[in-house]
Structure formats: C-alpha cells, structure tokens
T-cell receptor, first 114, second 114 residues
Framework: NAGVIQTPRHKVTGKGQEATLWCEPI?????VFWYRQTIVQGLEFLTY????????DSGMPKERFSAQMPNQSHSTLKIQSTQPQDSAVYLC????????????FGPGTRLTVL | GEQVEQRPPHLSVREGDSAVITCTYT??????FFWYKQEPGASLQLLMK?????EINEGQGFTVLLNKKDKRLSLNLTAAHPGDSAAYFC?????????????FGDGTVLTVKP
C-alpha cells in the first residue's frame, strides 16, 4: 500500500500565477479531504469528497480556490492568481467511507508564492 | 463550530520522563477523537482513534484518556525517548453524517533530550 500520494512535493509560483496540486488517495478509500497547514493558522479543513462527489467545501476560500475529483484515483486542488498568503503546506487525506473513519494523510505539497 | 484548545504549545522533557499533552473542545456533539504525530518535514501519522468516554487506550509507549464530561482529551507518553520528538496534534470529528472533517488543535512540539 503506497499510502496517499501527493504531487508535486514542492511548488514555487510567482504572485498571480496558477497552482494545481494533485492527490491520489489510498486505493479503496472513498473519502478524500484537503487541509492546509500554516504556522499562523495551524491545520485547517478545506474541502471533502465522498465517492467523488463534493460534500463539504466550507473551508475553501470563496475566490480563487477550487477542487475536483474527476475519478476515484485522483483529486486536484487549483489555486488561481496565487497570493503570498496562499503559501502553506497543502495536505490530502483519505479514509474509508463512514463517519469517524481514520484519515490517512499524504506527505503534503509545500506551496511557496513569491 | 467546534474549537479545540491544545496545551502546552511546547514541551521539553528528559528521556525516560513522561510527557502529557491535553486538548479541550467545546462541542458536546464531538464524538470521534484522534491523535496524530508529525515529525519534522513529514506528514501526519495517525497514533490513535478514541470514541468512548473516560476510556484509557494504550498504544506503544503512550496512553490516551478521553473524558467527555469535561470535554478533555489527553495523550501521555509514559517514558519518552528521543524518537518521540515531534509535533503532536489532537483532532476532533463532530457528530455530523454530512462531513467527516477534522478540527485540529494547534499542536504541541515535544522535545525529548537524552
């Protein structure tokens, strides 16, 4: 079991550029979560998919951020017109279906916006 | 929404000493609780999931106590060793079947000195 895979591990963008982050959940896991980790804000929930359907995006900034899950093997988080405050480690997690299931995290993508 | 307070933010102990990290939460509907360990530069590693009130769960070198009456969760590393040096996070999942999102504490950076 390879665990949750995230690519790229590091990404540097210039202010105003677009960034796309990729996540491959653990095979058989139907729930996918995105979180963001910064020193100032800590770990924040962004969005959640169940069986590829968006269920909860209450943590997503309303502008510039979007997430998709086009198939069961990958999800993407896209940030348009990146800003320095978007610099963070973006973590993807997956779990089996069902409330309260353990979430397993990927290694994260460190996004740096210059 | 749920708020989780984790204390202390930093903890330094000698090898062989115990280390206790405590989280308090606000939402009485919170039902599932998790402890994660994050080593420098690495992702979140699940240590334990608990959900029964006032239950002591024993893992490898640590115990977890959940007191739902006091809305308090604690992690006790019983005989810390340098390999335990890491950041530790508690996380809470609310009683809501529409989302499995986790609300995290701000973390505790544990340093175990030889």
């Amino acid at each position: 079991n390879a665990g949750v895979i995230q690519t790229p591990r590091h990404k540097v963008t210039g202010k105003g550029q677009e960034a796309t982050l990729w996540c491959e959940p653990i095979s058989g896991h139907s729930a996918v979560f995105w979180y963001r980790q910064t020193i100032v804000q800590g770990l924040e929930f962004l969005t959640y998919f169940r069986n590829q359907a968006p269920i909860d995006d209450s943590g997503m900034p309303k502008e510039r951020f979007s997430a998709q899950m086009p198939n069961q093997s990958h999800s993407t988080l896209k940030i348009q017109s990146t800003q320095p405050q978007d610099s963070a480690v973006y973590l993807c997690a997956s779990s089996l279906e069902g409330w309260g299931r353990e979430q397993y995290f990927g290694p994260g993508t460190r996004l740096t916006v210059l | 929404g749920e708020q989780v307070e984790q204390r202390p933010p930093h903890l330094s102990v000698r090898e062989g000493d115990s280390a206790v990290i405590t989280c308090t939460y606000t939402d009485p509907n919170s039902y599932y609780f998790f402890w994660y360990k994050q080593e420098p530069g690495a992702s979140l590693q699940l240590l334990m999931k608990v959900f029964s009130s006032t239950e002591i769960n024993e893992g490898q070198g640590f115990t977890v106590l959940l007191n739902k009456k006091d809305k308090r969760l604690s992690l006790n590393l019983t005989a810390a060793h340098p390999g335990d040096s890491a950041a530790y996070f508690c996380a809470v999942s609310e009683l809501n079947t529409n989302t499995g999102k986790l609300t995290f504490g701000d973390g505790t950076v544990l340093t175990v000195k030889p």
